[in-house]
């Protein structure tokens, strides 16, 4: 057992926050698989107890790093809040990722443990070795593996350690859309206070079912989904990957469900989706990508509810939400939780309600800086303290704010500022047009030109000169595409933001 000797200190441990909110009754159930089988509030303490003696015992110490690249199961989520509970620092890696981009997390983090699922581990031994990875687990999509055998034997009692909320409780590694990854620092305080903001925002009762689709290695799923719950003692349905049949089921068990736009189009592709389906339910969120409108208007007509977009990034959390009681508008990602927000130029001057700038932030959701990036990090804050987004953003004149698109993937063509979005949402208007991505290539005269790459609706014949001239009766020439390329489907990363620099890429001329 572990035995703090500093026990007259508060301890900011998030997990702190957590136990505090679980329910008295601890045979109450915290989740609920779609089998049946269930796992109670004192499995959930007793199980990490024993991950967490194990990890320490096992000598990791508080401060090192936990990597994680295994199955969305309750045993992952357990690890997660031993993690927590015994002071590591939880690393969830994507299980998309291959060996050669693992290779970089781990040289890069330098974990003293790394879990993975069973099937990688012989390919990823070597890899964690050179890294310093003193100890490699497993841990298999049915919630088995060495970590369950190795800690099987482990007391569950533990008492969790203290930390101060400047203390790290997780790095999370961005997209690395542009140059290399990025390790976002996260503190005990900055996951804290974003919970407490989000479960005040949306009224989280301690009645709520949440209904999880979403994968544990990222914001949404992970520190917005799950941390609502356990803010809470919610019970949480547990589904191991988003399925439409299987969430439409579900659905009338639950209150709350958390979403990626494509969750929602998937749902509505469903006959077998309506008011029936929703009727139990208070709350649909929707995030990590842009809801189109017509999937938004689509939704509230189909169900009778109106989902509520929010915008966040993995060096905040949550910044802004639309509210839940009043107007929830299409397009518009609402107003600022818990933060202060501005709106600036690239020189960091504020520019005038109603114009485009890039939005900055400060509060306590704010991220520490980036692991072993310190130049990066004073790069990416302003004197004063506020964080650049690189988030082009416009307040419009009922005071919500509208996301624009990536300062990286502004436009500049002959002078003149495009921003993508813009375009993007006149291309979606055009029949025959299922959706749309705008991006620059260089071009000899213009610096910069614009493209486009649409996805059609398979019901109408678009060509490119079709979709060129569409435009051309909407905006000014220099927004028009210089050329148009139809394609199949956008790439898209597993949370279903649009992967521009592969459409970047592609646009390069030969």
Known sequence: MNKNTKSIMTNENLYHFFERKFPADKSRTAFELPSGKTYSFQDLQDTSGRFANYLIESGAKPGDRVAVQVHKTVEAVFLYLACLRSGLVYLPLNTAYKSAEIDYFLSDASPAVLVCDPSNRTELLDIATKAGVSNVLTLDKEGQGSLISNSGGHSSEFDTTIRTGEDLAAILYTSGTTGRSKGAMLTHNNLASNAQSLVKAWEFEESDVLLHALPIFHVHGLFVALHCAFLSGNKVIFLSKFDADEVIDTLPKATVFMGVPTFYVRLLASQKFGKESCHNMRLFTAGSAPLLEDTFNEFTARTGHTIL????????????????????????????????????????????????????????NVFKGYWNMPEKTAAEFRPDGYFITGDMIRKDEKGYYRIVGRSKDLVISGGYNVYPKEIES????????????????????????????????????????????????????????????????????TMGKVQKNELRARAQPD
């Open 309 to 364: 977009e929010r915008y966040g990034m993995s060096e905040a959390g949550m910044i802004t939400s639309n509210p839940y009681n009043g107007e929830r508008i299409a397009g518009s990602v609402g107003f600022p939780l818990d933060n202060q927000v501005r709106i600036s130029d690239e020189q960091g001057n504020i520019v005038k309600d109603g114009d485009i700038g890039i939005l900055e932030i400060k509060g306590p």
């Open 426 to 493: 006149y291309l979606d208007e055009m029949p025959g047009v299922l959706e749309s991505a705008v991006v620059g290539r260089p071009h000899p005269d213009f610096g910069e030109a614009v493209v486009a790459f649409i996805v059609l609706d398979g019901e109408n014949s678009v060509t490119e000169q079709d979709v060129i001239d569409f435009v051309k009766d909407k905006l000014a020439n220099f927004k028009v595409p210089k050329q148009v390329f139809i394609t199949k489907e956008l790439p898209r990363n």
